[in-house]
């Protein structure tokens, strides 16, 4: 060993002037000025990693949108249990949203934020005396319009939204699927049997049930089928809708439609394994990109809602 060897003196620098920087003080962030608007916050932003990715997906959406291209929602039903019913309900009906694909459970929230105004129940204090998803009128009312609008050729998410309009309930404003059957577009329901409270009450039908979610799939796949220069966003759902939305990426695939150029985006708490091969890598291989946006879907869904306002 010779640490006289390292001489620091003889190093090869370079100039800075000179360097390729990834930083500059121009897509730094600006200082918020109070009483600024929101079109203003927005331009504050840095333009970086997530800042850079959040602005990237609204620009997609308004794009595809000003080019009468698809935008599909895809989603768990956390989001209705954080409270962000009202601001999807607003871009369904500024036309933003042009499909909405959902979980079994979103169909008991929404429901019951339309009947009552509440929704979600403390789990952990109901479980241990059995009293866990007991509601009847949850029960009775979905499974009752499930069975009749499958008889009459109907899907699960068309058959919800028809019975909260033609209800009466006082929040029937409140409720997506509502919304979506007023501005006469797809909504659409994947359902894994057992998994919802609905599926314990006597009047669950399964033959209904799977008829009705069926149905939707193949709603769904044609929404797909038209994604060609639009996006999908998934929110919250990280196995049923990715699971849903690979299956029916193939059929479209396979029966000669051209689904390349499309805008992807998953937006959660965490990036799970599915959402992230499922519904951002494998699908825009082959063209298109995607966006991976993590965290607590209510701040950065209305901020992404937002942002889509302010751009239209």
Do not use: W
């Not at 899907?155 to 501005?183: H, L, Q």
């Not at 939707?216 to 049923?240: Q, W």
């Not at 494998?282 to 063209?287: H, N």
């Amino acid at each position: 060993m010779n640490p006289q060897r390292i001489d620091l003196n003889g190093l090869k620098r370079y100039c800075l002037t000179y360097r390729k920087s990834k930083a500059t003080i121009e897509e730094a962030a600006k200082r918020h000025s109070k009483g600024a608007s929101f079109s203003d916050f927005i331009d504050s932003l840095p333009d970086f990693l997530a800042a850079k990715d959040l602005k990237g997906l609204a620009r997609s959406v308004i794009d595809a949108r000003s080019g009468n291209r698809p935008v599909i929602l895809t989603m768990g039903a956390h989001p209705i249990k954080v409270g962000l019913s009202p601001l999807i309900i607003d871009l369904i009906e500024r036309g933003v949203i042009t499909t909405f694909a959902t979980n079994g459970a979103s169909v008991i929230h929404d429901f019951e934020m339309s009947y009552i105004g509440c929704t979600s129940e403390d789990v952990a204090a109901e479980i241990d005396n059995g009293s866990f998803g007991m509601a009847e009128e949850t029960a009775r009312f979905i499974n009752k319009a499930i069975s009749e609008g499958v008889r009459r050729g109907l899907g699960i998410g068309t058959a919800i939204g028809e019975m909260i309009v033609r209800s009466g309930f006082k929040g029937a404003d409140d409720s997506i699927f509502a919304a979506c059957y007023k501005k006469g577009i797809p909504a659409t329901v994947h359902v894994a049997v057992g998994t919802d409270i609905i599926h314990m009450h006597p009047e669950a039908e399964g033959a209904a049930i799977g008829e009705g979610s069926l149905r939707d799939f193949k709603t769904f796949t044609e929404s797909v089928s038209a994604l060609e220069g639009g996006v999908l966003i998934n929110l919250g759902s990280a196995v049923i809708m990715p699971e849903v939305f690979l299956k029916a990426l193939t059929i479209v695939r396979n029966l000669g439609f051209v689904v390349n150029d499309l805008t992807t985006a998953n937006l959660d708490f965490i990036q799970h394994y599915r959402p992230t091969m499922n519904v951002l890598k494998r699908p825009t291989q082959r063209g298109g990109r995607h966006f991976a946006i993590t965290g607590h879907h209510e701040i950065m869904f209305p901020l992404l809602a937002a942002m889509i306002v302010e751009g239209l």
